[in-house]
């Protein structure tokens, strides 16, 4: 079973993640992607990364790349980009919707080296409602 450690020490650990830091935007890069009225929305941000809403309720929000960044001492690497997500609308049934702001999937050879193994999967991600 996976083992989630809570305190993320960069040093410590090597982060699995291609683009992890978020340095990589082919579709997307210098572009701010607005999503509203629409009840399902499925898209790109960063390269590995996904944004995916879904259920009947109209949702408002919008996705771009930010130089809003933590500090080294924070991520112990000096970031240049992070992910900024807006969300501009409530949504009414949160049982019946859901909004992902930030989707990231393993391929299946990258997942091939950590099976089974202790591993850290990190990003930083600015949103505007926690």
Same mark, same amino acid.
């Given at each position: 079973?996976?083992? @989630?450690?809570? @305190?993320?020490?960069?040093?410590? !650990?090597?982060? $699995?993640a291609?683009?992890?830091?978020?340095?990589?935007?082919?579709?997307k890069?210098?572009n701010?992607?607005?999503?509203?009225?629409?009840?399902?929305?499925?898209? $790109?941000?960063?390269?590995?990364?996904? /944004?995916?809403?879904?259920?009947?309720?109209?949702?408002?929000?919008? $996705?771009?790349?930010?130089?809003? /960044?933590?500090?080294?001492?924070q991520?112990?690497?000096?970031?240049? $980009?992070?992910? !900024?997500?807006?969300?501009?609308?409530? @949504?009414?049934?949160?049982?019946a919707?859901? @909004?992902?702001?930030?989707?990231?999937?393993?391929?299946? !050879?990258?997942?091939?080296?950590?099976?089974?193994?202790?591993?850290?999967?990190?990003?930083?991600?600015?949103?505007?409602?926690?």
């Amino acid at each position: 079973m996976p083992r @989630i450690t809570p @305190i993320h020490t960069p040093a410590e !650990l090597k982060n $699995y993640a291609i683009n992890g830091a978020l340095d990589f935007w082919q579709e997307k890069v210098g572009n701010t992607t607005t999503v509203s009225a629409q009840a399902t929305h499925s898209g $790109y941000m960063a390269d590995m990364f996904a /944004v995916n809403a879904s259920g009947a309720t109209s949702k408002s929000f919008t $996705y771009a790349r930010s130089t809003d /960044v933590p500090t080294f001492q924070q991520a112990g690497f000096a970031a240049t $980009y992070s992910g !900024l997500f807006t969300n501009t609308t409530g @949504i009414s049934l949160v049982a019946a919707d859901l @909004i992902q702001p930030f989707q990231y999937v393993m391929e299946g !050879l990258d997942y091939a080296k950590l099976h089974g193994k202790a591993v850290t999967v990190g990003f930083w991600f600015k949103a505007s409602i926690a």
